[in-house]
């Protein structure tokens, strides 16, 4: 009888813990801003950033992280680490993807290890970024 009790208090915490996890969980993802977009590719992008991990070092909205935020990156000039600059179109991301080491951004730690993603995710990649940064601040 004792025992059948515990068990019960047992369940019953567990699965208030695991309901409240769930709802933190929830929570704080749809508090981050999923800007809007206006195709597969991008959207597909998205979904990759996300399941990369990518947005756990890189911020969609302009806030700080372990990497520079996506905000605006798209087009802009980027000042690294030795001093120059370089435009941040196509062909500088994808090589911040798979060679994060050959250009690091000043102000910012080599942290970042090399993807290993298809041409077709990485052009979805290049996508969603782009579009992010036609977006209003
Ligand atoms: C562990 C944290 C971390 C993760 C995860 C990460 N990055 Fe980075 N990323 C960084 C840091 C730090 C930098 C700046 C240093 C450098 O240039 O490598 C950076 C730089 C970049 C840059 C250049 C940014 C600029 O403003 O010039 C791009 C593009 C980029 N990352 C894309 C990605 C993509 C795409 C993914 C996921 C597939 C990803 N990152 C995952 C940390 C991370």
Redesign the pocket.
């Known amino acids: 009888m004792k025992n059948k009790m515990h068990f019960l208090v047992g369940t019953t915490l567990i699965t208030m813990l695991v309901v409240g996890l769930t709802w933190i969980i929830i929570t704080v993802n749809s508090d981050m801003q999923i800007p809007e977009l206006d195709n597969a590719l991008a959207q597909r992008g998205l979904e990759?950033?996300q399941s990369?991990?990518?947005i756990?070092?890189?911020s969609l909205d302009g806030g700080v992280g372990?990497?520079?935020t996506w905000l605006g990156?798209y087009g802009k000039t980027?000042t690294l680490k030795d001093g120059s600059t370089a435009i941040?179109d196509a062909d500088?991301?994808i090589e911040?993807?798979v060679r994060?080491?050959a250009?690091?951004?000043q102000g910012?730690?080599?942290?970042?290890?090399r993807?290993f993603?298809s041409e077709e995710d990485l052009q979805a990649?290049v996508e969603f970024?782009r579009q992010l940064s036609l977006q209003e601040p």
Do not use: F, Q
């Open positions: 990759l950033a990369n991990g990518c756990a070092c890189h372990i990497g520079p990156m980027e941040v500088y991301i911040s993807i994060p080491e250009r690091l951004v910012y730690e080599n942290l970042m290890v993807y993603l990649l970024t």
